[in-house]
């Protein structure tokens, strides 16, 4: 039977309530409440008694928390303490609270007569001092019961639970009035009024509320709350500690015991212990068991299903819970493993570049040194054999050979016209030193000439190499008139070790190298010119332009 | 009609002309004064608890008898009341001295008094302990310069406790001589309780000169006593009240003046207390009459306590216990739980339930009785506890 024919759950709390079976001394209590009502007027303080407003209203309260249907005529009951000539507008706040009371045990809360009486009681509280007036106790009972009976309008009287929230003392008891000592009475009925209300200031002032009363029933034991005989304020406190989530079982229990061992014979209470029996003090006896779930018993059969088919929806529903488990795992899984591969590339990324950035750092490291080592052989390696002051001009072998040409012919003269032997030996001396230097001269001329065809040759090649042909046709132009020691300097010196270091070092590097040779201001700068452009080259581009020269400088074509 | 004046009238100093009621006490002045007139002075003692009007009183009787053509001499205890008996002989003398030459019109008596050690008409050193011898022959001086045109001398001392045990002494010897006869006494004393007033204050005026000199009977010159309490009747409560606000900007309700007269009990100053209380509130609030309301705030001023004990009662007794004790309000007198019971039912409920009702309220009233509202006066007989309290808890009942 764990469930109906159409499937739905069954609805345990209404089958039990319809076969619920009342515990005895609260069956009894309720016998004596319903004898003790005069029909269509209310309740007296004692059977035989006419009715009035206050015992009214809290056997009215009692019956309808017992689930037990109140008379039927409880408007009218409440309207009957209303007029005539007593006008609602006069009564006391506490006797409006009853009216409120016993109208919310007869369903007409929301009706209009409920509606007039909260604006009354909110106009009441509008009044100059009522703040410091009131006692804890009026307003604490007033709150609670325009929120359990009059919900829609809760947020209206918000500023007066903070209020009330603002009187409890620092050890989370409250005093009777807006300051004084801390009253039992006062902090039961203020617990009672904040149970269950909006934020965490009234969910915390409810817990230190319940933990001081305990505190003060756990050191001095049921007895001692109110005074030794007082059933009222026991009825009281057990009624808060029993609504309050905070309350600890043990305490309920032994208040009910407490009070189920002290109910009269006729079945009700009394304000003493062993007092005659008053409809107040029953029906707050009543509101305290209720409110410590010890007012009915459940059939045991009835129980025992109730219980079964309540396992077995909990088996159910921890095999859903695992199911949702699993899925959740595997989805934790997939999810968690795309996370990780992430994770792990991201992580294999990050060496590769970490391992990027120390091979830069190394690479600019051994640059360094080895600019430095540039810079040392530049400070220390001896310059070209003539400085390069200014632009030399190939006019010497020409004049060695016109020379030796002159001499030759001249001693050929001297020899034919048979010139003395002076002449002769002068004119053969001459063309001796002069013939072999015109030589030598001539094969230099020849040896350059090769050169700077082969560099003008170079110069010309059009290999479709867009990037070194104009810096190789530049440099070529602007050493055209160079020496061809300078020449040479510079194209297997400067630019060899202008390879070897970074784009930026490059030009700094050239000029210091120049200016150390002695470099003409203008070859100077129209080179260092080409050299910015040289330094944009790639090292290999470089390194390949630079032998590509070297190669054209030696004539190797 | 509105009055002019806009401070509060209760703040103010006792004065005679305020001073109302005391009929018994009146008579008993007249009586001695008659006395004094005759030449067989009685001196007494006006005994009485703090803010009972002793002060008041005498300045009353002292405004009574110089309408009657005596000369007056008025000992106030100054600022320092409370100190130490250390009033000597002396001063009173030189105040004597100076209420007969008001009398006459003149001050060279005075005057000649304040030469000291070089006065030419008067004898008594300004020491602590003179010899009464000389303190007689001083007086005697006084009477044969006043007679016939000044009957005699009231001599009104407040604060009797402030005399000194010696001076108390001398007073008597110099009282009791009998060509001394032209001055009367009047020493106002502290005493606790109303029903023993005298007894107790000449008893401790007694001790003070034995203390001091080992006179025996230094009290024996007061011949009679008059004991001040509350106020005799409400009306007479509320006069005192009413007096008060004359030509005042602002105004009382007549049941405001009756309840500050109930709740205090017909006590004097503590009603004059209230009243100021009340005022200041009414003051605040801007209103030209103090109303019910006025009055509660100025109760919950000056009561803090009663109120914070009541609304303590009244959220800790169950509804029943509330009512009975409501009814024992309404009933004002020292009563039992049937009496309770019938002013709460009368005739609209059937005996047999009253009675057992009694049996709850009987029950009610013992929870009470903790709170201090109400206490048990005998044999299942209850009243409640005082006035001030009762109030608390009727405002409790309102709200």
Redesign the interface.
């Known amino acids: 039977m764990s469930s109906a024919d159409d499937g739905q759950p069954l609805d345990w709390s209404q089958r039990i309530s319809a076969r619920r079976v009342r515990v005895p001394p609260l069956a009894g209590a309720l016998t004596y409440l319903d004898k003790a009502y005069v029909q269509g007027d209310g309740w ?7 009715p009035e407003l ?2 009214s209203a ?1 056997a009215a309260e009692a019956m309808a928390a017992a689930s037990e249907t109140p008379p039927w005529d409880l408007a009218n009951v409440a309207m009957g303490f209303c007029a005539p000539g007593r006008p609602v507008d006069d009564l ?3 006797q409006l609270t009853d009216l409120l009371r016993l109208l919310g045990a007869s369903d007409e809360a929301g009706g209009e007569r409920g509606r007039r009486l909260v604006d009354l009681a909110h106009a009441r509280l509008a009044a ?2 009522a703040g ?7 307003l604490a009972t007033l709150l609670q019961t325009l929120r359990s009976q009059y919900a829609d309008r809760e947020s209206e009287f918000m500023p007066w639970l903070d209020h009330l929230l603002e009187r409890q003392l620092d050890d989370g008891s409250w ?3 807006t ?3 801390s ?4 902090t039961a ?1 203020a617990l009672g009024a904040i149970q269950g209300a909006p934020g965490e200031r009234a969910r915390t002032a409810s817990a230190r509320a319940a933990a001081w009363l305990e505190g003060r029933i756990r050191d001095a034991g049921w007895d001692a709350v ?2 030794t ?2 059933v ?2 026991k009825s009281v406190v057990l009624r808060a500690l029993g609504a309050s989530e905070h309350s600890d079982v043990t305490v309920l229990e032994d208040g009910v015991d407490w009070m189920l061992a002290n109910v009269n014979s006729d079945h009700g209470w ?3 212990v062993g ?2 029996s ?1 409809v ?2 029953t029906a ?1 006896a009543v509101l305290a068991l209720v409110a410590a779930g010890q007012h009915e018993f459940v059939p045991g059969r009835l129980a025992l299903a109730a219980v079964h088919d309540l396992e077995a929806r909990v088996r159910s529903k921890d095999a859903e819970l695992s199911t949702l488990d699993a899925r959740i795992n595997d989805e934790v899984q997939v999810r968690g493993g795309r996370l990780a591969g992430e994770v792990t590339r991201l992580k294999q990324r990050e060496r590769e570049l970490q391992a990027e950035l120390d091979d830069a750092r190394r690479s600019a490291a051994s640059s360094r040194l080895a600019l430095d080592e540039l810079y040392q052989v530049a400070r220390t390696s001896p310059a070209p054999s003539a400085p390069l002051r200014r632009r030399t001009t190939w006019t010497v072998p020409y004049f060695f050979m016109a020379a030796a040409i002159a001499a030759t012919a001249t001693s050929i003269a001297f020899a034919i016209a048979g010139t003395s032997q002076a002449w002769y030996w002068i004119a053969v001396a001459a063309g001796g030193v002069v013939l072999p230097l015109g030589a030598s001269a001539l094969f230099s001329y020849r040896e350059t000439t090769r050169r700077r065809e082969a560099l003008e040759t170079l110069s010309q090649t059009d290999d479709d190499d867009f990037e070194l042909a104009p810096l190789r046709g530049r440099f070529i132009a602007i050493s055209r008139f160079w020496p061809e020691d300078v020449q040479e300097y510079v194209i297997r010196s400067l630019l060899s070790e202008l390879t070897q270091i970074s784009t930026r070092e490059v030009e700094s590097y050239a000029r210091y190298r120049l200016e150390r040779v002695g470099m003409g201001s203008s070859d100077q700068a129209e080179l260092l010119d080409w050299t910015r452009d040289f330094a944009m080259l790639s090292p290999a581009s470089r390194r390949l332009l630079t032998d590509q020269l070297r190669r054209a400088q030696l004539g190797l074509t | 009609m509105m009055g002019t004046k806009n401070f509060n009238p209760f703040n103010e100093v006792a004065s005679g002309d305020r001073f109302v009621g005391r009929e018994k006490a009146r008579k008993f002045f007249e009586q001695r004064l008659n006395g004094l007139s005759a030449g067989s002075p009685s001196h007494a003692i006006v005994a009485g608890a703090n803010g009972t009007g002793k002060t008041s009183y005498l300045r009353r009787i002292i405004e009574l008898a110089r309408e009657q053509g005596y000369a007056t001499a008025f000992f106030e205890p100054g600022p320092n009341a409370d100190q130490a008996a250390t009033m000597s002989i002396a001063p009173i003398i030189g105040e004597i001295v100076r209420g007969v030459d008001a009398r006459l019109n003149q001050q060279k008596l005075g005057d000649d008094w304040d030469l000291g050690v070089g006065s030419k008409l008067f004898d008594t050193p300004k020491v602590a302990d003179p010899p009464s011898q000389v303190v007689v022959r001083d007086l005697k001086y006084l009477q044969e310069r006043m007679l016939p045109e000044v009957p005699g001398v009231l001599v009104c001392i407040d604060e009797g406790r402030r005399i000194s045990g010696t001076a108390l002494s001398t007073l008597k010897l110099v009282l009791s001589d009998p060509e001394v006869t032209r001055f009367l006494v009047f020493v106002s004393h502290f005493a606790s309780r109303e029903q023993t007033a005298v007894v107790e204050a000449r008893a401790e005026l007694k001790e003070r000169a034995q203390h001091a000199s080992g006179d025996q009977g230094a009290d024996a010159f007061l011949k009679g006593g008059i004991a001040l309490g509350p106020f005799e009747s409400d009306e007479i409560a509320a006069d005192c009240i009413r007096k008060r606000l004359v030509d005042n900007v602002l105004e009382f309700d007549d049941d405001v003046v009756r309840h500050i007269g109930r709740i205090e009990e017909l006590h004097p100053r503590q009603m004059i207390d209230l009243a100021s209380d009340v005022y200041e509130a009414t003051s605040e609030l801007g209103a030209a009459k103090a109303t019910f309301t006025h009055l509660v705030a100025g109760f919950e001023r000056r009561h803090p306590n009663e109120k914070e004990d009541s609304q303590r009662a009244f959220d800790g007794l169950p509804g029943t216990a509330r009512d009975a004790v409501a009814a024992l309000l309404r009933l004002r007198r020292e009563s039992t739980a049937d009496e309770v019971v019938e002013a709460m039912y009368g005739d609209d409920a059937a005996n047999a339930a009253k009675a057992r009702l009694a049996s709850v309220v009987r029950n009610d009233l013992e929870l009470a009785c903790a709170t201090r509202i109400v206490r048990r006066v005998g044999e299942e007989r209850y009243a409640t506890s005082d006035e001030r309290r009762a109030f608390a808890f009727d405002l409790a009942m309102r709200e």
Not at chain 1, 44 to 50: E, M, Q, T
Not at chain 1, 132 to 138: A, D, M, N, V
């Open positions: 007296g303080r004692i059977p035989g008694l006419p206050h015992p809290l006391p706040l506490s100059p001092d410091s007036r009131l006692t804890t106790g009026t005093p009777s009035g300051a004084g000592a009253s039992e009475s006062a009925l109110g005074s005989p007082d009222g304020t009394g304000s003493v007092g005659e008053t107040d003090a707050t």
